[in-house]
């Protein structure tokens, strides 16, 4: 990474991949199969019925989908997360720790994460990033262009890893 | 360790020579390299297979509204999740 990004924004990049490869397990780990799905091994909780600290962390992520998605209540996967208080809790503290603004731009980061969701086939986290990022504006083209770097770089990943490609490639001294 | 000899960049001729000399242009810009990077030279054994993929590198890593760092943190983030150490 040689494009003006020091080791702050790589960390950042790091987090922006662990924690979209994470949320799409659990929403693969719960048969959640689309932004749409209604139904999961794990039933959701709705704010309406949830204790109080579930319940403020439920109306902050409905008001943010609002906000940053354009849909109304908050996504399935945080409803079905609720049914462990600290779970959604740590969870959703760390989606917007990592995913605001800051080294890196937060459109950048959320570009990054379909790029990671398109490349583990996660579904639920392609349409869950593709809809915050068409709500900001991205087009096909972009989403394409999101695409075509995924395909590309699934491309040299296979040859260098079938080939046991030592990298020449150094850190900046 | 490689499991292929890598093509000496040196020795390449042709549409081989052509497409190593290109990248070698293009790498300085991007990351300041002075020599063509290994997956490109193990690539030169299939000249078809090297062009193609310099090819879709020009299309998708070069051309478009995104800048290269908005690509390559996409990249980094794509090999990253397929384990790639390269």
Known sequence: MRLGVDEVGVTELMGVTEHTRALATAAAGLCLDSLESTRSIVSPIDSGAAEAAVKAVLEEIAAWAETAMGRPGAPILWRVLAGNPHYIEATWRKERALMDDGALLARDKRRTALGVAMAMRGRYMIEYNAAVLRHAGDTDHDLLEVLGVVDHYTTLNTLSEGMQIESDIRPPA | ?86
């Open chain 2, 1 to 86: 360790m490689t499991t292929i000899r890598m093509v000496d960049p040196a020795a390449a001729t042709g549409k081989t020579k052509e497409i190593f000399d290109a990248v070698l242009r293009r790498e300085a810009v991007v990351f300041g390299a002075t020599a063509v990077s290994n997956i490109w030279r193990c690539m030169g054994h299939s000249p078809s297979l090297l062009e193609a993929n310099w090819n879709r590198s020009r299309a998708l890593m070069q051309r478009g509204r995104f800048t290269p760092l908005q690509r390559e943190l996409i990249a980094t983030a794509v090999s990253i999740g397929n384990a790639c150490t390269y």
